[in-house]
């Protein structure tokens, strides 16, 4: 079983659709999480910590439940730019940083 | 603004060449990583370093060393390249001990192996 694993989607939403995604891990000594977004034909970049108390920015939630052991992204109000693989991470130090296989979002007009 | 460059952003090679990957980063970061990303697999950590001329394995270091003579610079070394090393190679670095977890990435090298 992959430590982190994420349904590949691809999800295609339109515009203005709210869309979740969520991601399992089985490590328990992970203790931080993180989505990435990789844009295609790029490098990833780091969108946003995930903590068990939520967080939240702009048009994006993040939320960890530690009990189940699930990640899950929101994005509201989709908009096409939003089209890209969302990448899940878990991370036990600098030393186990565990990449999720990634969710592809593609919002259509 | 922060900056990982990778040496070659494309590279075609022929089976049993070495390859040189190289990466420089501007931000004084400690760590320094390399990982390959495959349709399927995600990405996967072939080495890091913590420190000049530290080096530690990976989840699939084999067929691959490492170099890290200066702080900014860690080359990945593949001795004698095979087919299933074709891939895109991706360096990252970050803080020691980082808190926000935030790797930083170069553009990737997309190496092909014939």
């Known amino acids: 079983r992959k430590e982190v694993e994420q349904d590949p989607g691809p999800f295609n939403v339109p515009e203005g659709a709210t869309v979740a995604f969520n991601c399992t891990y089985s490590?328990?000594?992970?203790?931080?999480f993180f989505w990435y977004r990789q844009d295609c034909r790029k490098e990833p970049k780091l969108l946003m910590s995930v903590y068990s108390s939520g967080n939240e920015d702009g048009r994006f939630t993040a939320q960890l439940n530690r009990a189940s052991q699930y990640i899950s992204l929101l994005i509201r109000d989709s908009k096409l730019s939003d089209s890209a693989t969302y990448l899940c991470v878990g991370s036990g130090g600098y030393q186990k940083v565990t990449f999720g296989t990634g969710t592809k979002l593609q919002v259509i007009p | 603004d922060v900056k990982v460059t990778q040496s070659s952003r494309y590279l075609v090679k022929r089976t049993g060449e070495k390859v040189f990957l190289e990466c420089v980063q501007d931000?004084?970061?400690?760590?320094m990583f390399w990982y390959r990303q495959d349709p399927g697999l995600g990405l996967r950590l072939i080495y890091f370093s913590y420190d000049v001329k530290m080096k530690e394995k990976g989840d699939i270091p084999e067929g691959y060393s490492v170099s890290r003579e200066k702080k900014e610079r860690f080359s990945l070394i593949l001795e004698s390249a095979s087919t299933n090393q074709t891939s895109m190679y991706l360096c990252?670095?970050?803080?020691?001990?980082?808190?926000?977890?935030?790797?930083?990435f170069g553009e990737g090298s997309r190496l092909t192996v014939l």
């Open positions: 990252a670095s970050s803080f020691l001990g980082s808190s926000t977890g935030e790797l930083f």
């Open positions: 490590n328990s000594a992970s203790q931080s």
């Open positions: 931000m004084d970061h400690e760590n």
